[in-house]
């Protein structure tokens, strides 16, 4: 009988992911849609709709006959729109991994240093002109400084299987202080072209993004995600703590370190193209976890498309909101997203009398 | 492979156990081994090494001296999932992190079967496990709202639903109220009875007495008893194991010893 139950909870619960994710995928259109007809040169949803239509191949009377239009669309708009997707998604994933592997709802890739550490990366290799990678080094540095953040993260405060939540946001509070003194460093030595470069690092901006950047960020977090999905089940039983989940057969030594090489990948892809933006990680997974329930794959799905939403109508505000300006997409998430945390916290204050 | 072996037979053998933390010696020398179809309890004073035991048991942590083997084989050479389907662990805190419902906890625990044919069997041992341990009404419930007890017996379903042919306990009654701390043991007498070897940590030397076919008195890191209850329970060495005089009497129903404290008021 409590099978009965426990598949009717679940026929539930699949029910009203079903439905979520399904309107997360309509608001995710009509933003692609919107987000790409907007801005300084207007273009209906009619044309943005023909045009796309007319690239797959399907030809029709809506598509724009305008090349300035066509150039906007293909050289400007959807290359920024598919980024911003592309970024909102890997972020909220990045979040709900790293969430999985600290058992606790307060970690994200912003707070806890992981982003800054990959933007000091990236700023590292913009100074010092490297290109050991070609046209891959920004990214593979702000991994790489998304990497070391996350391990210094991990290794300070994990202690006997758990995480002790003020460690975990002190050691952000470090980290986050130390990759912006790095930064002004790299600002001070560096040229004015550099430092334009840094300071759009620290606020993060999706402008000027390219379809080569575009290849790059979706393979990346496609397959990084695509992983994170297949160990869903594994972080459930984490949920249960490291003995126990190992009790279950989790090695749970090697999720972790797989763990924390998606979250500097999907963090450090984004990064290093788009710069800090942060809190999607924080509020994404939390808000899917509120309506569906905390169970991973679902969890990791919904956060994935919830995420690619939220940047999508994020980034058209920060484009539209005030006529002729381009605002910093990084400094708009944190305004909307250091006000949530602080609901987070007094909540939880209310309800368990805080985080010890 | 998932079928309990006939009883009798060598579930866990521990030879020569020492393991030393930060310098001190938790564990020293002890030799155990526990067959299928017995209850063994484990008991002793606060800090006595028991838990430690029943975390080199489970393969939590590897003896700095001695082995411990699991059907003959040392634990370290158990593939994870194998050893999942071969013995369950509860421990004493069983804390979720994120608000799974207690059915979702239970579930949790068919996890080593997943593509296995037993997984076939899910539906059967979930039910099963869940009527076992009494939480039938709490499954829609989340589990960081429970009771402290109801969360251990939550986790223990949980443990149930595994269904391992060797089950460690840790102070799985510690938690309990009278009627569930005499169910839990019921439930490792039944087990026993199907053939499993059970292993449980306990602090009521009564109960131990009642229900465990074998008793291994632990102080300072060394077994220092081991043997049936009627045995191993004599007044002289509670006494000096725990340092505080006792009564031991036969319980007129079952004959089994019970234990109580001398007081003077």
């Known amino acids: 009988m409590s099978r009965e139950a426990?598949?009717?909870?679940?026929?539930?619960?699949?029910?009203?992911?079903?439905?979520?994710?399904?309107?997360?995928?309509?608001?995710?259109?009509?933003?692609?849609?919107?987000?790409?007809?907007?801005?300084?040169?207007?273009?209906?949803?009619?044309?943005?709709?023909?045009?796309?239509?007319?690239?797959?191949?399907?030809?029709?009377?809506?598509?724009?006959?305008?090349?300035?239009?066509?150039?906007?669309?293909?050289?400007?708009?959807?290359?920024?729109?598919?980024m911003s997707?592309?970024?909102?998604?890997?972020?909220?994933?990045?979040?709900?991994?790293?969430?999985?592997?600290?058992?606790?709802?307060?970690?994200?890739?912003?707070?806890?240093?992981?982003?800054?550490?990959?933007?000091?990366?990236?700023?590292?290799?913009?100074?010092?002109?490297?290109?050991?990678?070609?046209?891959?080094?920004?990214?593979?540095?702000?991994?790489?400084?998304?990497?070391?953040?996350?391990?210094?993260?991990?290794?300070?405060?994990?202690?006997?299987?758990?995480?002790?939540?003020?460690?975990?946001?002190?050691?952000?509070?470090?980290?986050?202080?130390?990759?912006g003194a790095g930064m002004a460093l790299f600002t001070f030595i560096g040229d004015t072209s550099s430092r334009e470069q840094i300071v759009f690092w620290q606020l993060g901006s999706l402008n000027g993004s390219r379809w080569n950047e575009v290849a790059i960020v979706a393979v990346v977090s496609a397959v990084?995600?695509?992983i994170a999905i297949l160990l869903a089940h594994q972080y459930d039983l984490l949920s249960l703590g490291d003995r126990t989940a190992a009790h279950l057969g989790v090695r749970v030594e090697r999720l972790r370190i797989v763990s924390i090489v998606l979250v500097s990948l999907l963090t450090g892809v984004g990064v290093a193209f788009v710069g800090?933006?942060?809190?999607?990680?924080?509020?994404?997974?939390?808000l899917m976890r509120m309506i569906l329930g905390p169970s991973h794959r679902l969890l990791l799905v919904s956060s994935m498309v919830g995420g690619g939403v939220l940047l999508i109508y994020a980034d058209l505000l920060a484009r539209t909101l005030v006529e002729a300006a381009d605002l910093p997409i990084g400094m708009l998430t944190s305004l909307v997203g250091g006000p949530f945390f602080f609901w987070l916290i007094r909540r939880n204050r209310k309800k368990a009398g805080g985080w010890a | 492979m998932s079928a309990p072996r006939p009883g009798g037979g060598i579930a866990q053998q521990a030879s020569g156990v020492g393991f030393r933390a930060g310098g001190l010696a938790i564990l020293s020398d002890v030799t155990l081994d526990v067959r299928y179809g017995q209850v063994v309890a484990l008991v002793g004073p606060n800090g006595a090494g028991k838990s430690t035991l029943l975390g080199v048991l489970a393969g939590d942590v590897s003896p700095s001296t001695g082995s411990v083997l699991l059907d003959g084989r040392p634990l370290g050479e158990w593939p994870p999932r194998e050893l999942a389907r071969a013995r369950s662990v509860l421990l004493q805190a069983n804390q979720v992190a994120f608000s799974f419902t207690a059915q979702q906890v239970i579930d949790m625990g068919r996890a080593p079967w997943i593509g296995s044919p037993q997984a076939e069997e899910d539906e059967r041992a979930i039910r099963e496990a869940t009527e076992a341990a009494d939480v039938g009404h709490l499954t829609k419930?989340?589990?960081?709202?429970?009771?402290?007890?109801?969360?251990?017996?939550?986790?223990l379903a949980?443990?149930?639903?595994?269904?391992?042919?060797?089950?460690?306990?840790?102070?799985?009654?510690?938690?309990?109220?009278?009627?569930?701390?005499?169910?839990?043991?019921?439930?490792?007498?039944?087990l026993a009875a199907e053939g499993k070897a059970v292993i449980v940590v306990l602090h009521d030397l009564s109960l131990a007495g009642a229900y465990a076919d074998e008793i291994a008195i632990l102080a300072r890191g060394s077994l220092v008893a081991r043997g049936a209850p009627s045995e191993v329970l004599t007044e002289e060495r509670i006494a000096e194991v725990y340092g505080t005089p006792v009564r031991v009497t036969e319980d007129p129903d079952t004959g089994r010893p019970v234990v109580t404290p001398r007081r003077s008021l």
Not at chain 1, 36 to 44: W, Y
Request: proline share 3%.
């Open chain 1, 276 to 286: 800090v933006i942060s809190f999607v990680g924080l509020v994404v997974p939390h």
């Open chain 1, 224 to 226: 990084a995600a695509f």
């Open chain 1, 6 to 82: 426990s598949r009717i909870v679940g026929r539930a619960s699949a029910g009203r992911g079903t439905i979520v994710i399904a309107a997360a995928l309509v608001l995710l259109l009509v933003g692609i849609v919107l987000s790409a007809g907007l801005g300084q040169l207007a273009i209906g949803p009619g044309e943005v709709v023909g045009s796309i239509l007319r690239a797959i191949g399907i030809d029709n009377s809506w598509a724009p006959s305008d090349g300035m239009i066509e150039r906007t669309l293909w050289q400007i708009r959807f290359p920024r729109v598919i």
């Open chain 2, 141 to 155: 419930r989340g589990f960081p709202h429970l009771s402290g007890g109801e969360k251990a017996r939550v986790s």
């Open chain 2, 158 to 190: 949980r443990v149930l639903a595994q269904e391992t042919r060797v089950v460690l306990l840790d102070e799985p009654t510690a938690a309990l109220d009278l009627r569930h701390q005499e169910a839990v043991l019921q439930i490792a007498r039944r």
């Open chain 1, 85 to 179: 997707l592309l970024v909102g998604a890997a972020l909220s994933v990045a979040g709900a991994v790293m969430q999985a592997i600290f058992g606790n709802p307060l970690a994200e890739p912003g707070v806890v240093g992981v982003s800054s550490g990959a933007a000091l990366g990236a700023s590292a290799s913009i100074t010092l002109g490297l290109s050991v990678f070609g046209g891959w080094t920004v990214a593979v540095f702000a991994f790489l400084g998304g990497l070391a953040a996350t391990l210094i993260v991990y290794l300070t405060a994990r202690a006997q299987g758990r995480t002790e939540i003020v460690t975990l946001l002190l050691t952000g509070v470090a980290i986050n202080a130390f990759a």
